[in-house]
């Protein structure tokens, strides 16, 4: 276990940090077991790498759990998998409070069932006042559906002149999605080797730096963490400026 990051890691942390956690499916195959094991490993990993994050001082951390097209999964998979989230959510309730950490949720919460909404619902409720990290699960979450939702909500608002169109811009339109109060991911990781997005902050994901391991998710642990981490700490985000700019901006040479 590594418990302290070394300074040029812990200077160059990412404020959000967003994971893709892919590949308990072909975790388990490898081992010919069926799939939910995977699930299962995967949710210890869920608890390593909140406890890692927290330890280590990310701000935000937001896990893309389940997507919107995985509800098209077999229906004993899809039963698993909100079995497992009610479990983890009852599991670790203590652990957010005693870790101060704040649990939130974005998606189509909606669809989820009801058991697990109640139990989400509580867990978001009773942890709202902390402070110290917000982990953010993305359920039943599609990126584009986030867009079309903020388009539709922010329509209304115009239509009943609570918003002028000329008001509409980047800014604007943020404080309709569901991250409207959360910087940005500065950092996505996906695991298991898919270079892809699969639907995953479309609208917020315009300069993060990307992470890809082969590393199946119940594989991926604190120190598969921290060799993203030091990555990340190594690059140069030029956010469209040259590089020159951003070696000027750092030495505070900058006119
Ligand atoms: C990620 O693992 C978990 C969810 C998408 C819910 P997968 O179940 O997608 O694993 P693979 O991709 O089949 O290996
Ligand atoms: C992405 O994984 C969604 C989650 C990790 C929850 P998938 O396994 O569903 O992605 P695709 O289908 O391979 O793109
Ligand atoms: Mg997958």
Not at 3 to 8: A, E, N, R, T
Not at 91 to 109: V, Y
Not at 120 to 131: E, V
């Amino acid at each position: 276990m590594v418990q302290k990051l070394p300074d040029h890691i812990l200077h160059n942390l990412p404020r959000h940090l967003a994971i893709i956690m892919d590949g308990n499916g072909r975790w388990a195959k490898k081992r010919f077991l069926p799939r939910i094991i995977g699930h299962r490993q995967g949710a210890k990993t869920v608890k390593e790498i909140v406890t890692a994050a927290r330890r280590w001082g990310i701000r935000y951390l937001t896990l893309y759990a389940f997507s919107k097209e995985n509800w098209s999964r077999p229906k004993e998979e899809v039963d698993a998998l909100m079995d497992l989230l009610s479990e983890y959510l009852q599991r670790e309730l203590d652990e957010l409070l005693g870790n101060k950490i704040r649990l939130r949720a974005i998606g189509d919460i909606e669809d989820l069932p009801p058991r697990v909404r109640t139990i989400l619902f509580d867990t978001m409720n009773r942890t709202s006042k902390n402070y110290e990290m917000q982990l953010i699960l993305a359920l039943s979450y599609g990126g584009r559906a986030e867009i079309a939702r903020a388009a539709k909500r922010l329509s209304l608002d115009v239509l009943q002149g609570k918003l002028r169109p000329d008001d509409v811009n980047e800014n604007t339109f943020k404080s309709y999605l569901y991250t409207s109060d959360v910087p940005d991911p500065d950092l996505i990781i996906r695991t298991s080797g898919e270079m892809r997005l699969s639907n995953f902050l479309l609208y917020q994901a315009a300069y993060s730096e990307l992470y890809i391991t082969d590393t199946l998710w119940p594989d991926f642990n604190e120190n598969e963490l921290l060799k993203a981490l030091e990555d990340y700490s190594r690059r140069e985000r030029r956010f469209g400026k040259t590089s020159e700019q951003i070696v000027l901006k750092c030495t505070g040479n900058e006119s």
